[in-house]
């Protein structure tokens, strides 16, 4: 862009520039209140009002039992989840975005319906099909209940990572005498992964943190965001800080490592 | 979508096609159907017999077909698992959510509720609900507004100006997804609390007055309004409006700007007519993005309002889980269902956009 020409031009120019880091700060304020939190000796079981700095709670993050319970169910669910989502939608990825077929478009759009629909309607309305067929609910439902948004999530991002990929190389391999099995895990698969990876790790992050459709569909289970609200009422121990101080600085690490790997990648790729 | 149309092939390939297309929507519909229980007993064992020949079926019509009949086969076969269990676990539960929104308690304390076509239910939603849906719909709207006003000039500033810094800011965006949106919520009704940091400055400042005016804050307190409710809303939706705008001013060439001032056109006037129209579609998908869950949301109205801020997603809840009247709540959550799909279809027209996925 060129440069400012009048002083007016300069002051909009910093005016929208700080109305952006405002944005921006606005995003983290109760993200530095949740970190800053997990450092605090409260009074009482509430741990909402500031009274002295602490690192006991991170010296022992696992001493609430049922906390950390609940806090293991979550990535137990996850884990399962995201690994049976990530491969259904990464291959309706492939699918989609690989060849050209009849009724893509539609089955596009069924695709994209889950993501469309309030999480109360996808948690009521689950409820009601596990009442009907008169299943107990608990640890399988909530999985099957997450699964079933993670695949249309892993399928969409995934096919918008590989949008620009150029599938004439599977061609060129072939041609050159390769498999088609061995094209797929030599060719196709290294170049569609870092997609995969980045769309289970981020499925990984809306399994553990979700509270509605896992609402509906637990039953007398606790995971960590429904043992959030559960006992809300009457705790709220500087341990559940902890634990979403390191679920976020988890995801953090990974996200930079990602970001790294793939900017010194395109230094190789451009030089 | 790039292009995914359907190529004109031999009339051989074309049969291939369908036997594929059809072969996924007969299993589809096969496992839904099961899975609303409209066929039980001996004929849901042959239908899941039907099914399993289907799918093996199609299997062995890859095997035993030439390397064509199998690239043409492919795609099915890669779609039908996900598909297959979308049609199981998203299709068919919206069918028993709509057979129990017609459905009947026999009494107060029955868990059990009997299909009996009962639609008072959505009667009922309507004249004991009729408030909490307004609340429900007006809160997510404005919040969605809010969140065009914060984040377009956020996604703005990232795309053009943020130089190498791109990937950082935006990373920094997304990190919000990444810590426990109750405890977020949790983290708000702390800030907003009567003896918290906001509060406290908005008092310090002397501008209670103003605030008070300006109907934000309520009898000296912020927490517990529906400022406090809508401003929840905006903060934990906001991130899902910064991205869609991003990634749509991030393919704007700048040269299409630079042209534009090359030809004595304002910066203002280069943003109406270039920017704006071109970062279209990445609003109409925040919008949506924001707006379907936050008119479902009722962590916000819980953590942060009084009982005079309840959305509609608080009733579903409540009658729900709490007073088990699961007829009523299946009515009022297929009701929230069916305003939200009208109102996506008509703003879909409205700004006629296919950048939907």
Do not use: D, E, H, K
């Given at each position: 862009m060129s440069a400012p020409t009048s002083s007016r031009g300069a002051a909009a120019r910093w005016g929208l520039n700080l109305y952006a880091a405002i944005g921006l700060l606005y995003l983290f304020v109760p993200i530095a209140w949740i970190v800053w939190f997990s450092f605090n000796e409260p009074k009482g079981r509430y741990n909402i009002v500031w009274q002295r700095f602490t690192l006991e709670n991170w010296s022992d993050p696992f001493s609430n039992e049922s906390l950390t319970d609940a806090f293991a169910q979550s990535l137990k669910i996850a884990a399962i989840s995201t690994a049976i989502a990530t491969l259904l939608g990464s291959m309706i990825a492939v699918a989609l975005s690989r060849y050209s077929f009849k009724g893509s478009s539609g089955l596009n759009l069924f695709l994209v319906l889950p993501l469309t629909t309030p999480e109360i309607v996808l948690g009521s309305s689950l409820a009601t099909l596990f009442l009907d067929w008169d299943v107990t609910r608990g640890f399988t439902t909530v999985v099957i209940a997450h699964i079933m948004f993670q695949v249309s999530f892993v399928a969409l991002t995934v096919r918008a990572r590989v949008r620009g990929f150029d599938w004439t190389l599977e061609q060129a391999a072939q041609d050159l005498g390769a498999s088609p099995m061995r094209t797929f895990w030599k060719v196709t698969f290294p170049l569609i992964l870092p997609g995969i990876l980045a769309a289970a790790l981020l499925s990984f992050a809306l399994s553990i943190d979700d509270f509605i459709i896992t609402l509906f569909t637990a039953g007398s289970l606790s995971t960590f965001p429904l043992y959030i609200n559960g006992s809300f009422r009457v705790q709220f121990p500087p341990q559940a800080n902890v634990l979403a101080t390191m679920i976020l600085l988890a995801s953090v690490s990974l996200l930079l490592i990602g970001v790294i790997r793939s900017s010194r990648r395109g230094v190789v790729g451009s030089s | 979508m790039a292009a995914t149309e359907v190529e004109a092939g031999p009339p051989a390939a074309r049969r291939v096609d369908l036997i594929g297309l059809g072969a996924l929507l007969v299993a589809g519909a096969l496992i839904a159907a099961i899975g609303m229980r409209l066929i039980t007993g001996s004929l849901a064992v042959l239908a899941t017999v039907l099914l399993l020949a289907v799918v093996l079926g199609l299997v062995f019509a890859a095997v035993a077909g030439g390397p064509d009949t199998r690239r043409r086969l492919a795609p099915y076969g890669l779609l039908k698992p996900g598909m297959l269990w979308l049609a199981l676990f998203y299709l068919a539960p919206l069918f028993t959510l709509l057979r129990a929104s017609l459905s009947t308690l026999p009494s107060r304390f029955a868990v059990e509720a009997e299909f009996d076509w009962n639609f008072g239910n959505y009667a009922d939603a309507f004249s004991d609900f009729g408030a909490q849906f307004g609340r429900g719909f007006l809160y997510a709207g404005i919040a969605t507004l809010l969140c065009v006003v914060i984040g377009y000039p956020l996604a703005y500033v990232i795309a053009f100006r943020g130089g190498r810094w791109r990937n950082v800011l935006l990373g920094l965006v997304v990190?919000?997804?990444?810590?426990?949106y109750l405890i977020r919520t949790i983290a708000w009704s702390s800030l907003l609390a009567d003896s918290g940091p906001i509060v406290g400055t908005i008092e310090g400042l002397q501008l209670t007055g103003l605030f008070e005016a300006a109907g934000i804050i309520d009898n000296g307190r912020l927490i517990n309004t529906p400022a406090a409710v809508i401003g929840g809303l905006t903060y934990n939706f906001l991130p899902f409006m910064i991205l869609p705008i991003y990634v749509s001013l991030e393919k704007i060439d700048p040269a299409l700007i630079d042209a534009a001032k090359d030809l004595y056109s304002t910066a203002g006037a280069a943003f109406r007519k270039i920017v704006l129209p071109l970062s279209v579609p990445g609003v109409f998908a925040g919008t949506l993005l924001t707006f379907i869950p936050a008119a479902g949301d009722f962590i916000n109205a819980e953590y942060l309002g009084n009982p005079n801020t309840t959305m509609v997603g608080n009733s579903i809840q409540d009658q729900f889980l709490v007073q088990n009247n699961t007829p009523l709540a299946s009515a009022m959550s297929f009701v929230l269902m069916i305003i939200i799909v009208v109102a996506v279809l008509s703003y879909t027209k409205l700004l006629g956009t296919e950048e939907l996925s």
């Open positions: - | 990190v919000p997804f990444f810590t426990s």
